[in-house]
């Protein structure tokens, strides 16, 4: 299996920042997009920002001047450091994973547990 371990999530005011971070463990034989996902209470869960291998970023439009992704291929890890935070950005934020187990395996999409972040006003 491929585990996705996320951390740093927590209690911020708004105008406050905090940073994410997601490490993938397990047999991996390529990891292609990495990204974060969200999902707030009574909503459906919708993509944040996502990051190729080769270093395409993509952004939720909300969220466009105020988070950074970013990744380590070497080490599959991902990170989300999000600024200017406020009350709408709070939510369980998941990371995900699309990985490929074996080599010409098909890839998969792999989530994490998630981690909450809460920014009160």
């Known amino acids: 299996q491929v585990q996705l371990v996320e951390s740093g999530g927590g209690l911020v005011q708004a105008g406050g920042s905090l940073r994410l971070s997601c490490s993938a463990s397990?047999?991996?034989?390529?990891?292609?997009?990495m990204g974060w996902y969200r999902q707030a209470p009574g909503k459906q869960r919708e993509l944040v920002a996502t990051?190729?291998?080769?270093?395409?970023?993509k952004y939720a439009d909300s969220v466009k001047g105020r988070f950074t992704i970013s990744r380590d291929n070497a080490k599959k890890t991902v990170s989300l450091q999000m600024n200017s935070l406020g009350p709408e950005d709070t939510a369980v934020y998941y990371c995900?994973?699309?990985?490929?187990?074996?080599?010409?395996?098909?890839?998969?999409?792999?989530w994490g547990q998630g981690t909450q972040v809460t920014v009160s006003s």
């Open positions: 990051i190729t291998s080769d270093g395409n970023e």
């Open positions: 995900n994973a699309v990985a490929v187990r074996y080599f010409a395996g098909r890839e998969r999409d792999y």
């Open positions: 397990g047999i991996i034989f390529k990891v292609n997009a």
